[in-house]
């Protein structure tokens, strides 16, 4: 491994109306990119997460068990600054 090479980083955030499927998309894509050796972080709240620095560096263990919850576990929420 290049010791000048970054590990990458990615973040899942769900806007707007909740929809079927959201939390098994957000499972997918933090799994996806811990096994792509990625630091996955989820922005809680949707953009309002993003302005408001609610962003948290997710594990395999974050998305245990949310596949039968409803809406999304990181929530959503629209913002007049998008």
Do not use: C, H
């Amino acid at each position: 491994m290049d010791a000048t090479a970054q590990k990458k980083a990615i973040a899942v955030l769900t806007s707007g109306g909740d929809a079927p499927g959201m939390n098994a998309s957000v499972r997918a894509v933090v799994r996806a990119g811990i096994s792509y050796n990625m630091d996955v972080y989820a922005v809680y709240e949707g953009y309002q997460g993003l302005i408001e620095n609610n962003i948290v560096l997710m594990d395999w263990r974050s998305v245990s068990g949310i596949m039968q919850e409803g809406g999304t576990i990181i929530g959503t929420a629209r913002s007049k600054a998008f």
